[in-house]
C-alpha cells in the first residue's frame, strides 16, 4: 500500500492532536500492567467461549479480542497448579508449597520495577506477602464458605476478620483487587495483579440473585449438555469437526436412568455451580471495566486460566429440597456434572487425562498482540509458561541465584512468540504429574496413566479426547515416551522416587472411592465420607444436620 506522504502527515498530526496516536505510541514504550486470573476446578467447556452455556460475556470479550487457547495444560491440582504458574516450574522441582527452590512472578516483576498485589487463595506455605506481593487480601486455605470465609484470611500480612453479613468470596476478591489498583496508580509503577477465585471449588454456595438465574435451565440433564457443549466447540472452531468426544463413562449414570430424586439433587447442583461461575465472569467485568475506565485496557496484559478441571469428588451427603444461598447450605461437586463440564474429554481433576489437565486459556493484551483478534492458538502450552511469558513482556529478569532459596531453572517457555504469530520453541517434552497419575505431552503425543495404572498412547492431533490407547500398536514410542518421562522425574522434578514409578495393573472399569454412587431406589446413596454412614446420610438429607467441616 501506498500513501500519499501529505494525507500521511495529517493523519498523524491529526491523531496526535487528538491523543490517539501519542497515546498508544507512550503506552507500547511502557512495559505493561499485568493481570493473570486463576479460578478453581472450573471445567475446560464451563464458560461461553469455551462451549458452555453458562453466561461469561466478560470473558467471551476477552476472547475475541484477545488469543484462545485450545491445548492449554494445568497441573490438574489445585497446589501444584498454583507453584507452576507462580515459579515457572513443575511443582517438586520449584519446592512443592514451601517454593524453596524457585522465585515467584511477584518477587521477579517487583524487583524490576512493579507494584505487585494478590487477592484470593493462596493454598501454599507462608503467606503472599513473604513471596513478593506488595499487597494481599484473601485467604491461605485450600477452600472456605463463600459466606462466612475462614480463619486464614489476611490482610497485607495480618489476620483479617470476615465480615459477619454482606460478604462473598467472589466478591470481596475484586473489592481489594480494586483498591490494590488505586493505591498502585498512586505510584508511578507498572502493577502486577494476580486474583486467584476460590469459586467454583466446592462447597457449592451462590449468591441468592446468581442462583436465581439459572433455576430451571438445567432440567434437561448432563447428556444433552454436554452434546450441547460439544456442538459449540466445534461450530466455533475451539476443536476440529471430527473430533470423537470421550462416551459417557460406567461410572456416570444416564441421566434418564436416574430416580426423581437424583435428578433434582443433580439440577440443584449444576443451577449453582453455573451460578458461581456467572459470578466469577461479572466480577471479572468488573475487574476489566476498572482498567478501561483509567485508559489502561490496552496496555495491560490478562491471562485467563484454571488451576484444575472440573473436581468429581462427591464428598458430602445429599441434601435435598435446600437453595445454597447463604452460610449454613451448601452442595458436593457432582460426578456426573464433573464429566459434562470437562467435555469433550475424559476424567477429572487430580487425573492426567485432558479432563484434568486442560483449562481454558484467554490472553488479552491489545497492545501486545500481533495477530488477529479471536484468534485461537492450538499450541500446547503449560502453567510453567507463565512466569517466563510475564518476565518477558516486562523485561525483567528471572534470577538464577537467590540468598536464602537454592533456585532451579524454569521449565517453561515464555509465550510471547506466539503474540506476533511465530512457532514456540519448547526444548523438552512438558511433564506431567499429580500424585500418582503420570503424563507426558511430547509433539503431537501423549503418554498417560491413572493412578498408576498401565501406561496408555494417544495421537493427539487424531484423537484429542483420548478414545482410542495405541500403547499396543505402538510399543516403541511408548516405551521412550516412558524414559524420558522417568529421565525428566529425575533430572528437572529431582525425584528418584517419582523416576521409579511402580506401574500397577488396568484397571477396568476405572474406579474412585470419591466417584458419586447412583443408586437404583429411592434409598438415598451409601457413599464414602470419613465418619457418616447411610442412617446419618438420610439424617443430614433432612436438612436436620449442619453441614461437616471442609
Ligand atoms: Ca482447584
Known sequence: MRFDVRT????????VLSGGLFSTVLSAQQPPNIVVILVDDLGYSDIGCYGGEIETPNLDALASGGVRFSQFYNTAKCHSSRVSLLTGQYCIAAGDTALSHAVTSAEVLRDSGYFTAMAGKWHLKEQPTDFGFDRYFGHLSGAC???????????????????????????????????????????????????AFNAPHAPLHALPEDYAKYKGRYDA?????????????????????????????????????????????????????????????QEVGRLVDDLRRHDELDNTMILFVSDNGACPYDRKVPRLNVEPTNANVSLADSTGWSWARNAPFRFYKQNQF???????????????????????????????????????????????????????????VSLKPILAGDELDRPEPIHLQFATDYGLRDGDWKLVNFKGQAWELYNMVEDRAETNNLAAAEPERLNRMIEKWKQMSLDVLKSPRLANPKILPAE???SNREWTVYSDTDELPVRWTRKNTPNSAKKQSQGTAKDAPL
Not at 484470611?153 to 483487587?177: C, H, M, Q
Open 508 to 510: 477396568d472399569p476405572k
Open 221 to 281: 440433564g448432563w447428556d444433552i449438555i454436554r452434546d450441547a457443549r460439544i456442538a459449540k466447540q466445534k461450530a466455533t472452531g475451539l476443536l476440529p469437526q471430527d473430533l470423537v468426544p470421550s462416551p459417557r463413562p460406567e461410572h456416570v449414570r444416564a441421566w434418564d436412568k436416574l430416580v426423581p430424586w437424583q435428578r433434582d439433587y443433580e439440577i440443584n447442583r449444576m443451577v449453582t455451580l453455573a451460578a458461581m461461575i456467572d459470578r466469577v465472569d
Open 8 to 15: 500521511l502527515v495529517g493523519a498523524v498530526l491529526g491523531a
Open 354 to 412: 485432558e479432563g484434568g489437565i486442560s483449562t481454558p486459556g484467554i490472553l488479552h493484551w491489545p497492545s501486545g498482540l500481533k495477530r488477529q483478534a479471536g484468534t485461537i492458538v492450538d499450541t500446547p502450552v503449560h502453567l510453567i509458561d507463565v512466569l517466563p511469558t510475564l518476565a518477558d513482556v516486562a523485561g525483567a529478569t528471572i534470577p538464577s541465584e537467590h540468598p536464602e532459596r537454592d533456585l532451579r531453572p524454569v521449565s517453561g
Open 145 to 195: 464458605n463463600y459466606f462466612a470465609g475462614d480463619n486464614s484470611f489476611r490482610l497485607n500480612g495480618e489476620p483479617w476478620t470476615v465480615p459477619k453479613s454482606d460478604f462473598y468470596t467472589t466478591v470481596a476478591n475484586i473489592d481489594y483487587a480494586l483498591d490494590f489498583l488505586g493505591q498502585a496508580r498512586q505510584t508511578s509503577k507498572p502493577f502486577y495483579l494476580y486474583v
